[in-house]
């Protein structure tokens, strides 16, 4: 039997490969304990909003930079300020679902690694939420930002007095930064294009239109990136394999390699 018709071995993506239908039910189980999780969050609006003061003044003895400043710059026009609420409205789920069904079809093994490291994201994302109750800066009238999504549209939230749907007071950590930050590292160590870089630009972009729209301040972003640091420490990232990170350097893959040089040692 020649290199090309051998058997895939053990450890290849074919087999690594999880049961649709368990990796279905499975994220859908996910996303309910996401939703009932933040939901027991609800009801410390006190809290919230005195642990909203501390951040703000937090950040503001460290320096960081006011949310303001790019709020300041959303408001230059009506379509841009729109464009920001419509990507916080409509990427952050969809982006994270497109980038594991991507996973799961061209690079099982990464899709393993990633859905691991995005439940342990989000389970301590949930136990902070649990913890530290804060309420977003545009309800904190000390900012003096403005809720650019009731303003100018379109809203994921309704009022906080009687929207039952989201816990608007789990601002830390940042899902939409965090989830984003790992969607673009899990793309950018599963693939092997030069480009592949340019993946950044999308956490890059969230973090300007959570900051911007006041939805969440910058600390909410560093907490997640933080969180998510730590669970990269603790799953280690999946073995690179020619048919998990793209073609060998020279174009062939490892068996092909082989069968060049056993033709070029009979000579």
């Known amino acids: 039997m020649n290199a090309r018709t051998e058997p895939a071995p053990a450890g290849s993506d074919a087999i690594a490969r999880p049961p649709l239908v368990r990796e279905l039910l499975l994220v859908a189980g996910l996303f309910l304990v996401y939703k009932f999780g933040r939901q027991l969050a609800t009801g410390h609006t006190g809290e919230a909003f005195a642990h909203a003061h501390r951040v703000w003044d937090f950040e503001r003895a460290v320096r960081l930079p ?39 079809l061209r690079r099982p093994a ?34 003096g930002l403005v809720d650019t999504a009731r303003l100018y549209g379109p809203s994921v939230y309704g009022d906080p007095a009687t929207d039952s749907l989201s816990n608007q007071f789990a601002a830390m950590p940042s899902l939409h930064f965090g989830w984003a930050l790992m969607v673009a590292i899990g793309l950018i160590v599963a693939t092997r294009s030069r480009l592949r870089w340019l993946w ?44 998990t990170a793209g073609r060998a350097p020279d174009g062939l893959v490892p068996a092909q390699r082989d069968e060049r040089s056993l033709v070029g040692a009979g000579r």
């Open 110 to 143: 990464h899709y393993v690694w990633a859905r691991r490291v995005l439940a342990a994201l989000t389970a301590a994302a949930l136990a902070l939420h649990l913890l530290f109750p804060l309420a977003p800066p545009r309800m904190l009238a000390a900012a």
């Open 200 to 243: 950044l630009l999308h956490p890059l972009l969230t973090l300007l239109v959570i900051v911007g729209t006041a939805n969440h301040y910058w600390l909410d972003a560093i907490v997640a990136a933080a969180l998510l640091g730590l669970v990269l420490a603790a799953l280690p990232l999946p073995h690179r394999t020619a048919s």
């Open 66 to 104: 006011g949310e303001g400043a790019v709020q300041s710059l959303l408001l230059h026009g009506d379509g841009l300020v729109h464009a920001a609420n419509t990507y916080y409205a409509t990427v952050h789920f969809p982006a994270t679902a497109a980038f594991l069904v991507w996973l799961y």
